[in-house]
């Protein structure tokens, strides 16, 4: 990639049922709920006004219906892509925490402490990270110069990050998890390769289309 910056946004979907009630996700396919909808629209709005140049999604239907907002809004094909789902979880997944605590403590207990492969099926932090990772920066170089959406889900958007920006294993950490529907901006040129711009950017906190990283004050 070269010339002007790349701006990649990696953006969340909206709210579940199950986000509302707290269960882990992984690959379960639970679509956005009415929240869900309208904090999209919100969203679409103010990404639109980006003027992204191509959208990808992870193929889960809360990802999917996430993205078809901006994609109506712009006019833009949605491409899904498997390897932005979010981490698969095992026999976590369907299960509250104090459920997983119950039924499986030492696993449980590892992956509070950030174990990246605690067991029980989940899968590790660094596969997740690779695969995302890979989807992403294909994406960006796809379109140099330009701005680009990956409509993902939250453990996605952290180890994205830490991967594209070189962080160390547990790097993910020092990021807190992603709100519903709110994104991550990073850039990428030449020069300096990729630099995180923002994060935890939505309608109730929004960034100016125009904004640039690295501005006085």
């Given at each position: 990639?070269?010339?002007?910056a790349?701006?990649?946004?990696?953006?969340?979907?909206?709210?579940?049922?199950?986000?509302?009630?707290?269960?882990?996700?992984?690959?379960?396919?639970?679509?956005?709920?009415?929240?869900?909808?309208?904090?999209?629209?919100?969203?679409?709005?103010?990404?639109?006004?980006?003027?992204p140049?191509?959208?990808?999604?992870?193929?889960?239907?809360?990802?999917?219906?996430t993205?078809?907002?901006?994609?109506?809004?712009?006019?833009?094909?949605?491409?899904?892509?498997?390897?932005?789902?979010?981490?698969?979880?095992?026999?976590?997944?369907g299960?509250?925490?104090?459920?997983?605590?119950?039924?499986?403590?030492?696993?449980?207990?590892?992956?509070?402490?950030?174990?990246?492969?605690?067991?029980?099926?989940?899968e590790?932090?660094?596969?997740?990270?690779?695969?995302?990772?890979?989807?992403?920066?294909?994406?960006?170089?796809?379109?140099?110069?330009?701005?680009?959406?990956?409509?993902c889900h939250?453990?996605?958007?952290?180890?994205?990050?830490?991967?594209?920006?070189g962080?160390?294993?547990?790097?993910?950490?020092?990021?807190?998890?992603?709100?519903?529907?709110?994104?991550?901006e990073?850039?990428?040129?030449?020069?300096?390769?990729?630099?995180?711009?923002?994060?935890?950017?939505?309608?109730?906190?929004?960034?100016?289309p125009?904004?640039?990283?690295?501005?006085a004050?």
């Amino acid at each position: 990639m070269t010339g002007a910056a790349t701006r990649l946004v990696l953006w969340r979907h909206g709210q579940t049922d199950w986000n509302d009630a707290r269960r882990v996700q992984g690959h379960t396919d639970t679509p956005i709920n009415a929240h869900g909808r309208r904090q999209a629209a919100a969203a679409a709005a103010l990404l639109a006004a980006l003027r992204p140049a191509a959208i990808a999604a992870s193929d889960l239907s809360r990802a999917a219906q996430t993205a078809a907002v901006l994609g109506e809004l712009t006019g833009l094909p949605v491409r899904l892509d498997a390897r932005l789902r979010e981490r698969f979880f095992g026999d976590f997944q369907g299960l509250h925490a104090d459920e997983i605590a119950a039924r499986f403590p030492a696993e449980y207990a590892r992956w509070r402490a950030g174990d990246p492969a605690p067991g029980r099926g989940v899968e590790s932090l660094d596969d997740l990270a690779k695969r995302a990772a890979e989807a992403v920066r294909e994406l960006a170089e796809a379109h140099p110069g330009q701005t680009v959406v990956a409509t993902c889900h939250g453990g996605t958007v952290r180890q994205c990050c830490a991967a594209l920006l070189g962080w160390p294993p547990d790097g993910h950490r020092s990021l807190r998890g992603l709100a519903n529907c709110h994104w991550a901006e990073l850039q990428y040129d030449r020069e300096r390769g990729w630099q995180l711009a923002a994060y935890n950017v939505g309608p109730d906190n929004p960034r100016r289309p125009d904004a640039e990283p690295g501005g006085a004050g």
